[in-house]
């Protein structure tokens, strides 16, 4: 088992910044790839950012490349989603997952926190 805890979510202003971490805890973590994924009101789940094990390859959906960028401190047991140049369609409950492979698709992931709100306001 593994359990994961986000934090860092909170109000901000469009074009602000906010830093997500993910603490893990259980299982070893650097035997999981990590991903972000977030859901707006009356949204599904979307993938967000997707990072290695080692941290060595990740991969983002177009609307967050360039903005967001996805690490991870094996050391510390942490991931972390850093959000830049924020928008008010960012505004969504982020959630991080923990998985055997690098993928886009949530059912791969074993794993889930309980979710963090990241409001941006206009």
């Known amino acids: 088992q593994v359990q994961l805890v986000e934090s860092g979510g909170g109000l901000v202003q469009a074009g602000g910044s906010l830093r997500l971490s993910c603490a893990a805890s259980?299982?070893?973590?650097?035997?999981?790839?990590m991903a972000w994924f977030r859901q707006a009101p009356g949204k599904e789940r979307e993938f967000v950012a997707t990072?290695?094990?080692?941290?060595?390859?990740?991969y983002y959906t177009d609307s967050v490349k360039g903005r967001f960028t996805i690490s991870r401190d094996n050391a510390k047991n942490t991931g972390y989603l850093q959000m830049n140049s924020l928008k008010p369609e960012d505004t969504a409950v982020y959630y991080c997952?923990?998985?055997?492979?690098?993928?886009?698709?949530?059912?791969?992931?074993?794993?889930w926190g309980q979710g963090t709100q990241v409001t941006v306001s206009s």
């Open positions: 259980g299982r070893t973590f650097r035997s999981y790839a």
């Open positions: 997952a923990a998985g055997r492979v690098v993928v886009q698709d949530s059912t791969a992931y074993d794993y």
């Open positions: 990072i290695s094990r080692n941290g060595g390859s990740t």
